[in-house]
T-cell receptor
């Protein structure tokens, strides 16, 4: 069964460093998403991406964040200068259309020290 | 904005039924989802219901929707130890071109022998 894969499963970084979280969406899907879950809190929407541009973003998704689909298969989330409060589980999701079911990856746990 | 609330913890005995509850605030037509998260794994879609339906059954899973009270429940019949996980209720925002999901905090289901 096709699945969304995310790498790495756990990323540890120093405050102020840049990190790139990687996702390979399901191959025939056209819409891509990032969500995050801070420990003990709700899963929160960050951004949606379609046709090589951002469709929608939340207030969390500030100038420190960017997304890219560099090569037609990967979908990345970059955090330019990590802060302690960026520590969270980051989930990637994809769907065939904006109205269809979103399939999630296993997540990348980001720890900012 | 939309808000989704769930109780945090539920403990049931193996073989009993589990009922996980969720309330939401969106007043427009929407899809409501139940996702399951096992330790170290991603968010697995269990089932979903459109807001013009009252009930949906899928094998051991029954979803009940009270649209008037904006209350959603997931009933798991004959609960097994393998059902131990965190269950997330999510609502899909139909505005915008790519629908974001709004999640509850998740209910941790513990199944005891």
């Amino acid at each position: 069964e096709p699945e969304v894969t995310q790498t790495p499963s756990h990323q540890v970084t120093q405050m102020g460093q840049e990190v790139i979280l990687r996702c390979v969406p399901i191959s025939n899907h056209l819409y891509f998403y990032w969500y995050r879950q801070i420990l003990g809190q709700k899963v929160e929407f960050l951004v949606s991406f379609y046709n090589n541009e951002i469709s929608e973003k939340s207030e969390i998704f500030d100038d420190q964040f960017s997304v890219e689909r560099p090569d037609g298969s990967n979908f990345t989330l970059k955090i330019r200068s990590t802060k302690l409060e960026d520590s969270a589980m980051y989930f990637c999701a994809s769907s065939i259309s904006g109205e269809n079911i979103q399939y999630f990856g296993a997540g990348t746990r980001l720890s900012v020290l | 904005g939309e808000d989704v609330e769930q109780s945090l913890f539920l403990s049931v005995r193996e073989g009993d039924s589990s009922v996980i509850n969720c309330t939401y605030t969106d007043s427009s037509s929407t899809y409501l989802y139940w996702y399951k998260q096992e330790p170290g794994a991603g968010l697995q879609l269990l089932t979903y219901i459109f807001s013009n339906m009252d009930m949906k059954q899928d094998q051991r899973l029954t979803v009940l929707l009270n649209k008037k009270d904006k209350h959603l429940s997931l009933r798991i019949a004959d609960t097994q130890t393998g059902d131990s996980a965190i269950y997330f209720c999510a609502e899909r925002d139909l505005t915008g071109t790519a629908s974001k999901l709004t999640f509850g905090t998740g209910t941790r289901l513990q199944v005891t022998l």
